[in-house]
Every structure is written in C-alpha cells, then in structure tokens.
C-alpha cells in the first residue's frame, strides 16, 4: 500500500524532539513492503500547504498521523494542540477529496491517527479528529496488522488496540479494558508480546535526523519500554505498561554507533522513563558503551533510586554528563502523596554522588499535588536548593489525566466533573497553596538564575535557542543555566 505518515509535532521547546515513535513504525511497515512517505511537520513553515501538497503529489492509499502530546502540560502558560491537529487531519480530508488517483475501494485514503497523545483517551480522540482509526499504544504490531487487514477487505476491529469510527461508543473512553504496552483485549486472530519494537532499529533514514541533531543537538534512543514505579499523575504505565521490557545492551550500542558513523552525532538523550532502573540493565548498557569507544556524551531521565556512586561512576566512564532526576519533591508527606518510592535522604545522596561522578544534575519538581502546603513548598524549595544542582525545572500544578491514580481521583471527588473534561488541558493545584504558589515560586526563582518555571515565566526566547544550537552548543539546555553559555564548553558534532 502507499502511506504517508506524518508526524504533526512541532512544539520547538525546549528542543525539537525527533518522532522516534514514529520511526519504529515506519520501519515495522517497511519491512512488510509498503512505499512510505514520511512527512515530518516539525521543520514546517506552512504545514497546512505542506500536507495539502504532499496528498496531491503522492494519492496515498493510508494516511497516518502520529501525535506526540496533547498540550505543553505547563500552567499557567498552556498550549493545547488538538485544535492544530484538527486542522491538519481536515486538510489532509480536504486535499485528498481532490485527488482522482486514490486507489482505494471508496477512492479516498483511510486515516489513522496514533501516537502517545491519541493513546492517553482513544475514544475521545478518535472523535474530536473525525478519523477511520486510531492504534492506541504500540504500533509495531498493530499498525501492520490494521493495514493487512484494510488490503484483505477484513474489519480491522479485531486488532488489539485499534479503534474504528463504526464502533459503539462506550460510556467511558477509558472503562474498558486497558490496552497495557502491546497486549490488549484478548482476541482469537491476533496475538502480540509487545516485544518487536525491541528487535528493530528505527527507520531514522526516512527523516531529517542530522538537522535534527543540528538544531535539537541531540539523538534519542530507548533502551526499555514499561514502568514499574506507581507516581499517581504518571501517565507511562498507561501507555507503555507497568512491566519493563529491555532491548539487549549490544543491541543499544549498535544502534548509538549505527548513529555516530552515518550520521556523525554525538550527543544522545536516552528517553525511557527512568533510565537505571533496573540497575543491572543501565551498568549492562554503560558496559556495552565502555567497550565501544565511541567517544559520545548522553544524558537520560533517571530516578533517585539505586542511584549509587559506583553506578553513576561507571555512567560517567560510558559517557554520561548530565541527569534530569525526577525528584518532584524533597518533602515527606509530599512525596508519599504523589506515591514516589524513594526519600528526601535519597534525594542528597544522589545530588551528591552526582557531583563525585562529574554528572550534571537537573532535578525535575512538581509543587501543587494534594496535601501540598505553603511549608511542604517551602521544605522542598530549600533542600533542593541546598543540593546545588545545575537547574531545576518547576512544575506548579499537576496536569491530571484519565487512568491514572489522581485522575480516577479527580472523578471521584469532583475535581474533574466528566470523563471529556480531560481532553482539554486541566490542573489540579491544593486549595491551600491556590494563591501563594505562584507568587512564591516566581520570587524564589528570579533570586536564583538556574529555577526553570515552563509554566509561568517564558524561559527561553526562540532567536536564543536557534544561536546556542547555531554555535554547537550539543549538551541539554539547562547545562547552561548555571554557569552560561561561554563558560561552559562547546561541544561540536565531528
């Protein structure tokens, strides 16, 4: 079959991401035949015109979006993104009901939409943009499947994890059973161990990936799928289970060489959820990078958990710089209410064996939750400014979604009245810290130069991101908060 496959992100901070979703995807239909034509809306300076000129080039049989995120998840400042990605499907509609060369049964293409943003509320989303399909979760296996079964003229509603328009609509989007990262509803025809992803390199040939690395400075790679952690806001268990699954060591090494040597980047972002955990898989992976000798720098998402010296001495030797640990808060009570399983002693522990290993750190906070008061703000605030760290990144409010512990709270205590309300952009923030959260974080920040608040103060004017990337600068934003752009090294891709 002919398929364009679009990605429709284009959120350009604080770097442009690259649709890595999308290219296992790509290469999972690839390898069964299918012409692909990739385009990639981040880059786009029309993408109305670009989608409109594309459907009239290629006639494509299969339309498929991929949607990366329902809005920027920041408060105050919000950005919502479904009525951009409403236009982009109605154009494609549009430019499509053109075209005479569309060699399908109804002479117009089937679209499909996917991606994590369509997986969070399947339903609803299969509404709110008026197409055929959606794959929730997954789409190695799933993808495939539903195109195979569009050729044979089958109902692709057999599919674990896709949606069709012509289904009954269910009182809940998310009532049913939960698609779990690759494993649905049990059906007879289909059966999949959401392991394929795992055996496969992703098609970045079929994207700009080196101006990615140009403009973002940076290639992302996942080493595991799946969650074990039970954080109630957290949205991972939902969309990619809550049981890890692990790509071999080699196999991730493989592919960051694969990288350097095509591409000439060096400068990676491992984007699983939490990258040490489980602690043997992240030595495995520094083991297989010490060996290599590729002579590249990585940064990753991590948890204070396991966190010890001799692990982050050895992340160091493989290469990594700097970590985003996702600490949310450095109170007690706090921490326990958002159900985050380590402590406030483990918090200065990991920024301390951070600084004996040399790894930068950031720590990721999110002030608001339940039980959050003007002293719990105040506790964390001042521990974690003791920690000394190379940047924070401050979250006021928690964005609640469904399936998740605190958006099933939400509903049964009022919070969020219907199911619906989710799909738009909605906050949860303590009653007791309503009006002095606010204030608060933007004085405590505006004395420090290294407190990012996405939510509440612009931190970054686009013209300044464009000439940091411009002059090589390849490490993540935040590494310059501390010491600024000409004290810190620059690094340049050779």
């Known amino acids: 079959m002919k398929l364009l496959l679009i990605s429709a992100n284009r959120e350009p901070f604080p770097d442009p991401v690259f649709p890595l979703g999308l290219a296992y995807v790509a290469e999972a ?45 920041a408060y105050p400042l919000t950005r919502f993104y479904l009525p951009d990605y409403q236009t982009l499907v109605q154009t494609a509609k549009d430019a499509a009901a053109l075209s005479r060369k569309i060699k399908t049964p109804s002479g117009r293409p089937w679209l499909i939409a996917g991606g994590s943003a369509f ?38 509603l057999d599919i674990p994890g896709v949606f069709g328009a012509e289904q009954i609509p269910l009182p809940l989007a998310f009532s049913e059973q939960s698609f779990k990262g690759g494993i649905s509803r049990s059906q007879k025809k289909y059966s999949f161990d959401g392991s394929t992803w795992s055996r496969m390199i992703p098609a970045r040939d079929l994207f700009q990936i080196r101006r990615y690395g ?33 790509r071999d060591p080699e196999s991730v090494a493989d592919e960051i ?25 992240a030595e495995g992976i520094a083991d297989a990078l010490i060996r290599r000798k590729l002579r590249i720098r990585w ?11 001799p692990i982050l001495q050895k992340m160091a030797a493989a ?22 399983g380590f402590s406030r002693d483990q918090i200065l522990d990991v920024s301390e064996h951070c600084r004996k290993a040399g790894i930068a750190l950031c720590h990721s906070l999110i002030f608001g939750g339940p039980g959050e008061t003007p002293e719990t703000v105040k506790n964390t605030c001042r521990t974690i400014d003791e920690t000394k760290p190379m940047a924070v990144v401050v979250m006021a409010g928690v964005r609640l979604y469904p399936r998740t512990p605190m958006g099933d709270w939400a509903l049964e205590t009022g919070h969020v009245k219907e199911a619906k309300d989710f799909l738009a952009p909605v906050f949860y923030i ?22 990012i608040l996405p939510g509440v103060v612009a931190p970054l004017r686009p013209i300044t991101q464009k000439l940091i990337r411009f002059v090589g600068y390849k490490k993540p934003l935040w590494h310059l908060l501390r010491y600024g752009v000409f004290k810190d090294r620059v690094y340049r891709d050779r």
């Open 299 to 309: 940064s990753a998402y991590a948890s204070p958990s396991g966190l010890t010296l």
């Open 119 to 156: 997986s969070l509320m399947p339903r609803m989303m299969l509404d709110a943009l008026g197409v055929d399909y959606g794959v929730e979760g997954e789409g190695e296996d799933a993808f495939p499947a539903l195109l195979w079964a569009l050729e044979e003229g089958l109902s692709p």
């Open 29 to 73: 239909v690839r390898r069964q035949g299918h012409e692909i034509r990739v385009l990639d809306l981040a880059f786009s300076k029309s993408p109305v015109q670009d989608i409109a000129r594309v459907v009239a080039e290629e006639s494509p049989e299969v339309i498929a979006f991929s949607f990366r995120n329902l809005d920027n998840a």
């Open 214 to 246: 140009r403009v973002g400075g940076m290639a992302n790679i996942q080493t595991k799928r799946g969650c074990v952690f039970h954080c109630r806001y957290c949205t991972y268990p939902v969309l990619e289970g809550s049981t890890h699954r692990l």
């Open 430 to 451: 303590d009653p007791s810290v309503k009006t002095f959260l606010l204030p608060y974080l933007e004085q405590f920040a505006a004395k420090r130069g290294n407190w």
């Open 257 to 281: 060489q694969e990288i350097v040597e095509r591409d000439h980047i060096r400068s990676f972002f491992f984007v699983d959820s939490v990258f040490n955990i489980p602690t043997s898989h």
């Open 319 to 340: 290469g990594c710089d700097g970590l985003e640990v996702g600490s949310d808060s450095a109170d007690k009570s706090t921490l326990v209410a958002l159900g985050k």
